[in-house]
């Protein structure tokens, strides 16, 4: 089955960077666009950033110019690095394909917590 893996997160102070990864599992990763989500609490859920099986990326405006979301499709992972933290990027951080596609999104998995203190 479908396993997604997040890790990475933690307390930084207002900032400074943090380094997220997600391994995948269960797919044929090299052929899903991959997308980072996050929640705030009492807060949807929404898409911070995307890459596409080619490469191509983009991303919520909030976090141009301080995330990078990048990927190793020999290692089955996805990564966003996000620099310049502010307090406001505090949640919890998933990974999941974008867009879900006409079968919806794969199982979530537990999410790594990012707290940014300021």
């Known amino acids: 089955q479908v396993q997604l893996v997040e890790s990475g997160g933690g307390l930084v102070q207002a900032g400074g960077s943090l380094r997220l990864s997600c391994a995948a599992s269960g797919i044929i990763f090299s052929r899903n666009s991959m997308g980072w989500y996050r929640q705030a609490p009492g807060q949807q859920r929404d898409l911070v950033a995307a890459?596409?099986?080619?490469?191509?990326?983009n991303y919520a405006d909030s976090v141009k110019g301080r995330f990078t979301i990048s990927r190793d499709n020999a290692k089955n992972t996805v990564y966003l690095q996000m620099s310049s933290l502010k307090p406001e990027d505090s949640a919890v951080y998933y990974c999941n394909k974008h867009p879900p596609g006409v079968f919806g999104y794969y199982n979530w998995g537990q999410g790594t917590q990012v707290t940014v203190s300021s």
């Open positions: 890459i596409t099986s080619g490469g191509s990326t």
